[in-house]
């Protein structure tokens, strides 16, 4: 069984920073794309930015320039450094991943509990 497991989230006012983590830990093959997403209060949930395994990111044009996805193979974790913080940024943060279990056998879309990120002053 694959697991994700965030940290990092909290409280933080507005302009200021947090990184977020997530580790994968189970048994697999390999782990194709890691990302994270955000659902705030009556509002579907979003993309905010993904990696994949040979390092391409995406990230949705509300967070361009304030926030940096990175990840590290050998430790199966991706994170998400958020800066310039806004209080439109508030929302729990999810993270997601499309692991391989065995390979050629497609993959297994795995999400975290998610962790709560609030930006108010």
């Known amino acids: 069984q694959v697991q994700l497991v965030e940290s990092g989230g909290g409280l933080v006012q507005p302009g200021g920073s947090l990184r977020l983590s997530c580790a994968a830990s189970?048994?697999?093959?390999?782990?194709?794309?890691m990302g994270w997403y955000r659902q705030a209060p009556g509002k579907q949930r979003e993309l905010v930015a993904d990696i994949t395994d040979s390092g391409s990111t995406r990230y949705a044009d509300s967070v361009k320039g304030r926030f940096t996805i990175s990840r590290d193979n050998a430790k199966n974790t991706v994170y998400l450094q958020m800066n310039s913080l806004k209080p439109e940024d508030t929302a729990v943060y999810y993270c997601?991943?499309?692991?391989?279990?065995?390979?050629?056998?497609?993959?297994?879309?795995?999400w975290g509990q998610g962790t709560l990120v609030t930006v108010s002053s």
């Open positions: 189970g048994r697999f093959f390999s782990i194709n794309v």
């Open positions: 997601n991943s499309r692991v391989v279990v065995i390979a050629g056998y497609g993959y297994l879309e795995v």
